[in-house]
């Protein structure tokens, strides 16, 4: 299958920002729940925001006031703009989307849920003086 697109990632150095972009290819349904997921080295993958097309987002308490997720009007492009970055968000980050709404936890989009129909390849992230 053919998968998101990501783009954006690099170095930067701590207290720093950088703007990551996901695109649906044309090929795939226009998704209604997106999300940017992270993997560090040795880590385990977590979600760090999710969005749900009818308006609600979520993010991790790690990054909450530091990442901000937003879309373009076609639904097809994601954007996580990340300011204030420490070493620890160091990671490669994914971007994830599904055909059906996002799974809602106390009527918040669900970071906890990774079933996910679509799933980029990826692009790295390196927080580092």
């Known amino acids: 299958q053919v998968p998101l697109v990501e783009s954006g990632g690099g170095s930067a150095r701590p207290g720093g920002p950088l703007k990551l972009a996901c695109v649906v290819p044309?090929?795939?349904?226009?998704?209604?729940?997106m999300a940017w997921f992270r993997q560090a080295p040795g880590g385990e993958r977590e979600a760090v925001a999710v969005?749900?097309?009818?308006?609600?987002?979520n993010y991790a308490d790690s990054v909450k006031g530091r990442f901000t997720v937003s879309k373009d009007t076609t639904n097809r492009r994601l954007t996580l703009e990340m300011r204030e970055l420490k070493p620890e968000d160091s990671a490669m980050y994914y971007c994830?989307?599904?055909?059906?709404?996002?799974?809602?936890?106390?009527?918040?989009?669900?970071?906890?849920?990774?079933?996910?129909?679509?799933w980029g390849q990826g692009t790295q992230v390196i927080v580092s003086s």
């Open positions: 969005f749900d097309f009818d308006g609600s987002t």
């Open positions: 994830a989307g599904d055909r059906w709404g996002c799974t809602l936890i106390n009527g918040r989009p669900s970071l906890v849920n990774s079933d996910y129909s679509y």
């Open positions: 044309g090929s795939i349904t226009t998704p209604k729940c």
